[in-house]
């Protein structure tokens, strides 16, 4: 009876799991098929483009940017795979936090998810990026459900060197590892600015549980995860 019993249990368990593949399986193909209505995006003014994602909302970029600028003015969407994740997993009153949210796409994308009865904890810490989260973030409303946290995730409270770049933003860091050295056809400009960290563990106690982390931080993972061990502890 036993046996029959743990057989009926994996059956069930590979229903879901089907039923769930199924699922992104669907948003995938949504993301990816929907038709492109013209470009989805406009020159706002101010160095500023505004875009409207696929899935909904508004979103301010630098139009300077050459890394995530391009992709969403002409697609409206970025990381289809992630963006059918988070639409899938992230349900209303749930608890995301967005570690490197560069303008905060993401972080928009999992505001609308958690609905009011959720919080998007966003970490950003490019001083040029900041305002655009803010802004992002306001003119869609959101600011009931997202806090910014204007620095960096690292393994422990202090300084850091952020190495920025002008116009691949999304290659900004504060690993100081050679993918930044853009040469060639990529050649950039890297500013160099002192930002303040903090690790994630700072946020044990002030959550009751946290439902995803999303960590874009081009190298610098390992100082994430250093941070964190007391919320994987838990």
Known sequence: MLRSARRRLAALRHRRLDSVTRALQERLELLETRPAAGLHGTYAGDGRMLVAPAWGGRLLIPSEDLSLMPELVTRGVYDVPFTAFVQQQLRPGDVAIDVGAHVGLFTLLMGYQVWERGRVIAYE????LVPFLRDNVAMNWLADRVEIIPRAVAAARGTAQLRAARRFQML????AGEELLLSGERSDTIETVEVQTEPLDDQIGRVE??????????????QVFAGMEGLLAS
């Not at 810490?125 to 040029?128: C, D, F, Y």
């Not at 900004?172 to 690993?175: E, F, G, N, T």
């Open 125 to 128: 810490a490019n001083p040029r």
């Open 209 to 222: 549980r946290i439902d995803l982390v999303k960590v874009d931080v081009e190298g610098a993972e390992a």
């Open 172 to 175: 900004s860091s504060i690993h």
